[in-house]
Each structure stands twice: as C-alpha cells, then as structure tokens.
C-alpha cells in the first residue's frame, strides 16, 4: 500500500523485506551499531519460516521514500500474542481483556526474539531525523486508528533515539539487562582483578571445571565455521527452548540457522565444547553475533548436563574472546541475575508504548512513572550486590 503524505514524500507498507533492494535497506541499516536490523538477518527470519502471521510475528515493515530514493525504514510486526519478546506485558493484556478491551493484535518494533538493544526507525544520513520520525509515527497512527490496533510498542529502543520518539508522545518503560563492558582488560586474568578474592576463587573453580570434565572450548568465527555447526546449533536451540516450554520462545526454523552460514557467518562466534575422547563433534555450543566492538549473546545447548558448562560457553569464553579482539560491551542475552556474579552489572533500557484506545491510556499511563521508579531502585540494589573488590567498585 503506498499513500502519499507529503509533498515529495510517500510511504508504502510491506510485508516482505524483499520488496525493497538489499542496497537500498542495507545503506540505511549497515550503520548502525546493531547488527540486528540489516537486511539478510531479517530476510533469514522471514524466508525462513521464522517470522509469519501463524507464528504470531506478521512482518509489517513501513518504508518513506522522497521520490524514488527510501530515506527511512521502520522494521515492524503484527504481533497477536507477547511471546518472543522478554517484555513482558502479559499483565497488561490480561487487563484489557477484564475491561472488555481487545488487546491483540498490536504493532511491534524490535527484532523479533533478540532483546537487544538498538531499535529505531533507519534513516538516511543527513536528514532531519525529528521531521522524519515526526512523519512515520503520523503514519503508524493512521495504520492503527483505521485497523483498530491497540497500540503500538517499540523494545530495547536505542537510547540515542528515546527522546526523539518522546517528544512524539510514547511513554517510555525502564527495565534493565546484565551488559559486560570492557574496561581495558589484557586478558581474561587482568579481567578476573576487578572481583573479590571470594569469587575470583569460584570463577577460577568454574573455569577448572572444564579440564575436569575433560572438555575443551574453542571459539569459532567466520569462514572458519564448518557448514555443519548451523544445524547443529538449530537442535542445541532447539532442545533449550524445549526445557523452558512457552518461555522458551522457539521461533526459529533450520533453516534459518542454516541460512546464516550463507550470508552472516561473518558475524557469528561459536563456543563449542569439546570432549576429549571425541573432538569431531561439539557436545555444547553457545552462538553470539558481533558487529564492531559489540557482541551479543544469543542461544545455546548441550547433549549432556555437564556442570558449569553454560557459565564457561555462554560468560567466560565470550569474554575471554571479546578481550582478545577488542570488543567493548558484551550483552549475553535475556533473564538470569546468576549473570551478576560473573560482571554482568544491571543497565537500564527502555521500551516506548502509545496506546489508541482511552480506556487503556487511563488504566496504564498515569503508573508508568511508579513502575520506572521501582525499576531503578532495582538497578541499585542488583549492582549494589556486584562481588567486585572495593577498589573497583
């Protein structure tokens, strides 16, 4: 659907990335510090399989153009349940259905299953990105009052773009991730300097555990990846989100970890765990993405209960890893305060909310205040507990 709104300007709604150029997208998404909007990651998920209306992510992507040249994306998706997202406002759904209000489907900004931080709508260098984001959120506004959607909701938005979107009138909800930030370390025991003796002791214990077990882990990046490893980490994925039933959020297809060996491999770093009575095939894995001096923790698994196995393939090597090519910040992924005794200190982030129904901005607007109250008072007392020595603290 493409509707002009502005002289010079028209915007068209798409509902597959492979409508609009990977040039084109991929100038816009390429710098950006995440890695998770450009064109080929979102591709994956959708001719994958990964992200469709039966799984409850329609795509919806809004792209602006001025004439002929896109100058602005905003990756979206119909969503009609809350899973997937590690947002959680499940409460709120259930609110709305009490007072007779219908909260599904809603539209959604993020990318889908990676709470990670880093959404805002693409825009090209050099404009004015106020006008710009001033023009597509009149848009969304129009696409949700004529469809009847209640609100729209964008996650782990960057905290750069926050105030722009502000300014629009999204209210804005804190919650917090456990971040690794790289504060110059040479290597993994100059890391290690910045605990308490108590758990310097542990880690060291965690990390020993490793020979004991008789595994070694190695990372692997690139083309140096065998082909094999992307399926392989689909069953480790796989056999995880298992074990968490729904929580688990398993979205993604085979084949979309198989596409990556295609054409983004050249983002991902594998952990594989091996034994040594068989070093052919990795018994665990964990599979982080980087771009820059940022890593991101993603998924991982084991065919075996192997006791500190996930600290080391998920915490200690990334980090071991991430010193050796200098990245800067380390985000493991989702859930887990176990992450704060490993130097993960809590970080805010924010999601933005703009609800199209009265009934709604009555019942859950005038709380947000309080509820980002509380959230930093959480902050506090997580990283007020950090078993940093006192001299780093």
């Not at 690794?180 to 003796?197: C, R």
């Not at 298992?242 to 054409?263: I, M, P, Q, V």
Request: with cysteine; charged share 25%.
């Amino acid at each position: 659907m493409v509707e002009q709104i502005k002289s010079r300007y028209s915007v068209a709604w798409i509902e597959k990335i492979t409508e609009v150029p990977q040039s084109e997208w991929d100038a816009l998404a390429l710098p950006l510090k995440t890695p998770f909007f450009e064109w080929d990651w979102l591709h994956n998920m959708e001719a994958s399989g990964s992200t469709t209306a039966r799984s409850g992510w329609k795509p919806h992507h809004l792209t602006l153009w001025r004439d002929k040249n896109l100058i602005a994306v905003a990756p979206l998706y119909i969503k009609s349940h809350s899973f997937g997202e590690f947002v959680f406002d499940h409460q709120w759904a259930d609110i709305s259905e009490r007072v007779g209000v219908r909260y599904y489907p809603k539209l959604l900004g993020m990318s889908p299953f990676t709470p990670a931080e880093g959404y805002r709508f693409l825009i090209a260098p050099g404009e004015d990105e106020d006008q710009i984001v001033a023009l597509m959120v009149r848009e969304i506004d129009n696409f949700c009052n004529r469809y009847g959607i209640s609100g729209c909701h964008f996650l782990y938005v960057d905290p750069q773009w926050r105030p722009i979107l502000e300014r629009q009138g999204f209210s804005s909800w804190m919650h917090h991730s456990f971040i690794w930030e790289n504060h110059g370390f040479s290597n993994f025991d100059d890391y290690l300097k910045i605990f308490n003796a108590n758990q310097r002791r542990n880690i060291k214990r965690e990390r020993k555990a490793m020979t004991k077990y008789g595994l070694e882990l190695k990372a692997v990046t690139g083309d140096d990846i065998p082909k094999s490893f992307f399926s392989l980490m689909y069953d480790f994925y796989a056999d995880t989100c298992d074990k968490f039933g729904w929580w688990g959020s398993k979205y993604l297809t085979r084949k979309f970890f198989e596409l990556l060996h295609t054409n983004y491999r050249d983002r991902v770093v594998f952990i594989a765990a091996y034994s040594e009575q068989d070093n052919r095939q990795p018994l665990g894995m964990s599979f982080c993405l980087y771009k820059g001096d940022r890593m991101y923790g993603r998924y991982w698994g084991s065919y075996q209960e192997i006791d500190c196995l996930h600290f080391n393939a998920c915490y200690y090597s990334p980090i071991e890893w991430a010193i050796a090519n200098n990245i800067q910040s380390f985000d493991p992924g989702a859930g887990g305060r176990h992450k704060k005794r490993r130097g993960f200190p809590a970080s805010p982030n924010h999601s933005l909310h703009r609800f199209y129904n009265d009934r709604l901005k009555q019942i859950f607007l005038p709380y947000m205040r309080e509820v980002n109250q509380l959230e930093e008072q959480d902050i506090e007392t997580i990283n007020a507990e950090l078993p940093f020595s006192k001299k780093d603290s």
